[in-house]
């Protein structure tokens, strides 16, 4: 395949030459709003009008009112600030990235840069590629989503919750965790399953992204149409432990304890509470309806990112199929 043929990317409109930046009030508010001035002093430089704006419903209006002069929506934050704007502005929206939060794993993935100056190149010369995304009981998220002990973290960061979340933010809620979390079942339903697979630690993924660069689905690809399920059916802390020694020296995909499946809609339920989490924010309780929602999202990434993915993903996807059958 050539560059020409690269079937689902095209090169951002240049003839549009306004930016709307949106920030994030909860994502490290200064920080943030630094960054945000200096990528659109370096986008103003390249003779673009440019509005940073942080109230969502403004954003809504600015996005909806100029949308033929809008060349593209920067989300200046995490992972949660791109899907608050996926969910809220309308799905023919281009957005770029300004990675801020606290884990950036949709930047990390795209491999956007995190210098403004880099964003601000991006945004002028990037490549738009619509990228799939997931639904979560009605909600859009574009890389994963889980239920079990980490959803049960999240939810006791979140609930403790004062401005920005840090990563040390992090250890209190996980050692209570490991104290008090009973590991329910989970009934999981890919597609036309009759029977369930129950499993108690439960991953599902759009984009190959987890906390700390975790392979868990390595596999996943945004743009395959496919939602990528790792599952775990041991109850424990010693399971646990084995089951992220696995992950790490990519091990759990072969054993049998372990649950991979690849499927268009996944159903979750449980007999008791079992948190989820979407995307890093918590979600809610089970149960809990998935689905793919294809090509949702149109997002500008760097020219060798749409080269090496758009060009080798069909391939990809068709040997990770093969194998995740073989293993459900």
């Given at each position: 395949m050539n560059d020409q043929s690269i079937s689902d990317g095209k090169q951002a409109d240049f003839d549009r030459r306004e930016v709307l930046i949106?920030?994030?009030?909860?994502?490290?508010?200064?920080?943030?709003?630094?960054?945000?001035?200096?990528?659109?002093?370096?986008?103003?430089?390249?003779?673009?009008?440019?509005?940073?704006?942080?109230?969502?419903?403004?954003i809504e209006r600015i996005s909806r009112e100029r949308r033929q002069e809008l060349k593209c929506v920067v989300a200046a934050g995490g992972d949660g600030t791109i899907g608050l704007?996926?969910?809220?502005?309308?799905?023919?929206?281009?957005?770029?990235?300004?990675?801020?939060?606290t884990e950036n794993l949709l930047a990390k993935f795209l491999e956007i840069p995190f210098a403004p100056s880099r964003v601000?190149?991006?945004?002028?010369?990037?490549?738009?590629?619509?990228?799939?995304?997931?639904?979560?009981?009605?909600?859009?998220?574009?890389v994963?989503?889980?239920?079990?002990?980490?959803?049960?973290?999240?939810?006791?960061?979140?609930?403790?919750?004062?401005?920005?979340?840090?990563?040390?933010?992090?250890?209190?809620?996980?050692?209570?965790?490991?104290?008090?979390?009973?590991?329910?079942?989970?009934?999981v339903l890919?597609?036309?399953?009759?029977?369930?697979?129950?499993?108690?630690?439960?991953?599902?993924?759009?984009?190959?992204?987890y906390a700390m660069g975790l392979p868990i689905a390595d596999g996943a690809n945004a743009m395959d149409g496919w939602l990528d399920l790792?599952?775990?059916?041991?109850?424990?802390?010693?399971?646990?432990?084995?089951?992220?020694?696995?992950?790490?020296?990519?091990?759990?995909?072969?054993?049998?304890?372990?649950?991979?499946r690849r499927a268009k809609r996944i159903r979750m339920s449980a007999d008791e509470p079992v948190p989820y989490q979407i995307d890093g924010d918590p979600g809610g309780h089970l149960p809990l309806e998935l689905e793919i929602v294809p090509k949702r999202v149109n997002i500008i990434v760097?020219?060798?990112?749409?080269?090496?993915?758009?060009?080798?993903?069909?391939?990809?996807?068709?040997?990770?199929?093969?194998e995740t059958q073989g293993n459900s």
């Open positions: 949106a920030v994030n009030p909860n994502a490290g508010v200064s920080e943030t709003r630094i960054a945000a001035e200096e990528l659109a002093e370096c986008l103003k430089a390249s003779d673009y009008a440019v509005s940073i704006e942080s109230n969502i419903g403004e704007l996926v969910n809220r502005l309308d799905p023919a929206t281009t957005f770029a990235i300004l990675p801020q939060g601000a190149e991006l945004v002028n010369t990037g490549i738009v590629v619509p990228l799939d995304a997931g639904r979560a009981n009605g909600r859009l998220f574009l994963m989503a889980s239920c079990g002990f980490d959803a049960h973290v999240v939810h006791q960061v979140h609930g403790a919750r004062k401005g920005h979340i840090r990563h040390w933010a992090y250890a209190k809620p996980i050692v209570d965790s490991i104290r008090k979390y009973r590991y329910p079942i989970v009934s890919c597609d036309d399953d009759l029977e369930p697979s129950r499993i108690r630690w439960a991953f599902v993924f759009n984009a190959p992204r790792c599952g775990f059916r041991g109850g424990n802390l010693l399971n646990g432990l084995l089951y992220f020694a696995g992950i790490l020296t990519r091990q759990h995909r072969r054993w049998r304890d372990t649950v991979i760097p020219v060798e990112w749409s080269k090496q993915h758009l060009h080798s993903f069909d391939s990809e996807i068709s040997s990770t199929y093969n």
